[in-house]
């Protein structure tokens, strides 16, 4: 996927990635990809095995301080050290995800052993014990209550695999 955080997505920094297909590997450039936010395209039944990636030439104390500086402001709002998929929503076209789940007034809801994030409210944590219904309940109740407050649809980011048992 294109993923990114702090002014940076892969598709800028990215050079190359060889695809495994059933047909066979394939390299491709990162226009092949057809980037768009948190979404990328690959070949059908692709799987990206090695990738190159474009680094820009530093000073590594200046790059040391910026990484330390990212790490600081990460773990200030957000909860990097919690059971967590990590961002939970798509931040729809000129919104963010937490301002909206916050105004639907979702910050430190719970679901079983599952609660929206008090810090980010992007965030769903497994507080302990949480069960994947207890997860996709939750975000789902979320969902509900944000279409509800704003009209906005949110779209999940964490990609879910199988289905919820009742």
Request: proline residues 5%; positive net charge.
């Amino acid at each position: 996927m294109n993923a990114g955080a702090y002014g940076a997505e892969v598709k800028d920094v990215l050079d190359w990635a060889e695809v495994a297909t059933p047909a066979g590997l394939l390299r491709l450039t990162a226009a092949d990809f057809a980037f768009a936010y948190r979404r990328a395209t690959l070949p059908a039944r692709g799987v990206v095995v090695r990738a190159r990636f474009r680094a820009a030439p530093g000073e590594p104390a200046a790059i040391a301080a910026r990484m330390a500086e990212i790490r600081r402001s990460r773990e200030a709002t957000q909860p990097v050290r919690a059971r967590t998929g990590g961002s939970t929503f798509k931040n729809p076209p000129g919104e963010k995800a937490w301002r909206l789940v916050d105004a639907a007034g979702c910050r430190g809801l719970a679901r079983g052993g599952a609660q929206v994030s008090e810090l980010h409210a992007n965030f769903l944590l497994n507080t302990g014990g949480a069960t994947a219904a207890d997860i996709e309940g939750l975000g789902e109740e979320v969902r509900a209550r944000v279409a509800a407050h704003s009209g906005v649809e949110l779209e999940w980011e964490i990609k879910r695999i199988g289905r919820v048992m009742p």
